[in-house]
């Protein structure tokens, strides 16, 4: 089977993209061409792909990223056996398409409850712009084939279609956690906490507990991350392959999870959660309901109010002069990401309906 992916809106690395579809799809013999921002992200394609420079979509320029994906759609359509687009821009890039070949939509996100986090959207075209959304969604639904990154998704859709979760790949073993530093993975953005974060590493430096945040950042949260790496507050690693990012959490004294309480976080499992927990390190995460689900179901981290960078902090110094519940809560959290959450146990299923769906036999 010959598939190609496609995002405009999504970094090459993409986790759930690359490290898990698209390696789930090479690892069972497939052939992947993979359509992506290269050149605007600076990375190359990998090896184990056919890599397609698209343009990038940012904030209002859409447009000719879109148009592009659409002329390359046209010109693979004959020699694909299916495509799975990554953003909700592309369904126009494959509206309309004659002759093409089965195309999936990977829902990742509640549509209409992210334009709420667009600052470069105005206020007043936030509401025409979610019912936009929704037909679109709606009409997807009729015309293509939809995978849901949550069970909560759901309900936004008539009929049942496939979760495929947000798991990661979860180590044979781990170290324990430490005592001097902690991590966030992640986007970086207010939405998601980054100020706290740059509060929560002001309030541990007398304690000599560092604070290491790694990935992108929107425009409005780099300049308050650079002036706190100037001024040795803490340390900022951009964006890095996944691969890469998840080997920093190895021996973390916790991982940090600050999600604000916006509607598009409500339902969906904070993926960074589960990464915290397969590399056996405590969680500390605000209450978006998701997250306080895994916790305490799990008893594998601690949950702090919405905003509140001094609970962290206390929390961290907690956990930094407990040894014991450090390893405990650590140690349950990777017990329970090896047992539920690991990537291999879902990545079958979605090599197998992207089969069935191309008409192709596994």
Same mark, same amino acid.
């Given at each position: 089977m010959h598939v190609l992916v496609m995002t405009v809106v999504h970094h090459p690395e993409d986790a759930r993209i690359l490290h898990r579809q698209i390696r789930a799809l090479v690892d069972a013999g497939h052939e992947v061409t993979y359509a992506a921002p290269y050149t605007a992200r600076g990375v190359v394609p990998r090896s184990?792909?056919?890599?397609?420079d698209l343009p990038r979509a940012a904030e209002r320029r859409r447009?000719?990223?879109?148009?592009?994906?659409r002329r390359l759609f046209k010109s693979m359509r004959g020699k694909v056996d299916l495509a799975l687009i990554h953003d909700p821009e592309l369904l126009f890039a494959v509206a309309g398409v004659r002759?093409?070949?089965?195309?999936?939509?990977?829902?990742?996100? +509640?549509?209409?409850?992210?334009?709420? $986090?667009?600052?470069?959207?105005? @206020?007043? *075209?936030?509401?025409?712009?979610? !019912?936009l959304a929704r037909m679109m969604e709606g009409t997807a639904e009729r015309h293509l084939h939809l995978l849901l990154a949550e069970a909560a998704?759901?309900?936004?859709?008539?009929?049942?279609?496939?979760?495929?979760?947000?798991?990661?790949?979860?180590?044979?073993?781990?170290?324990?956690?430490?005592?001097?530093?902690?991590?966030?993975?992640?986007?970086?953005?207010?939405?998601?906490?980054?100020q706290e974060a740059v509060e929560v590493a002001r309030l541990l430096q007398p304690h000599r507990v560092a604070v290491e945040l790694?990935?992108?950042? +929107?425009?409005?949260?780099?300049?308050? $991350?650079?002036?706190?790496?100037? @001024?040795? *507050?803490?340390?900022?690693?951009? !964006?890095?392959?996944?691969?890469?990012?998840?080997?920093r959490l190895d021996g973390a004294l916790a991982g940090l999870s600050l999600l604000h309480d916006e509607p598009n976080y409500r339902h969906s499992m904070p993926t960074k959660i589960v990464e915290y927990m397969a590399h056996g390190i405590p969680v500390i995460t605000t209450p978006s309901p998701r997250a306080v689900e895994l916790v305490e179901r799990y008893q594998c981290g601690v949950v702090v109010p919405w905003?509140?960078?001094?609970?962290?902090?206390?929390?961290?110094?907690?956990?930094?002069?407990?040894?014991?519940?450090?390893r405990g809560t650590g140690g349950r959290g990777y017990a329970a990401a090896r047992a539920n959450h690991h990537w291999p146990n879902s990545a079958r299923r979605f090599v197998t309906q992207l089969e069935a769906w191309a008409g192709v036999k596994s």
């Open positions: 184990w792909v056919n890599g397609v447009v000719a990223a879109v148009r592009a994906a002759g093409r070949p089965p195309v999936v939509w990977d829902v990742h996100e +509640d549509t209409p409850a992210t334009l709420s $986090l667009k600052p470069w959207l105005p @206020s007043f *075209l936030r509401p025409p712009m979610r !019912f998704y759901a309900g936004r859709f008539k009929q049942a279609h496939l979760v495929v979760p947000n798991e990661t790949w979860v180590p044979a073993s781990v170290s324990p956690p430490g005592d001097d530093r902690v991590v966030y993975l992640g986007w970086l953005s207010e939405a998601r906490g980054v790694i990935g992108y950042a +929107d425009p409005q949260s780099r300049p308050l $991350l650079n002036d706190a790496v100037e @001024s040795g *507050l803490l340390e900022w690693r951009d !964006f890095m392959p996944n691969d890469e990012a998840l080997k905003e509140d960078a001094p609970a962290v902090a206390r929390a961290v110094l907690r956990l930094r002069d407990n040894a014991f519940e450090r």
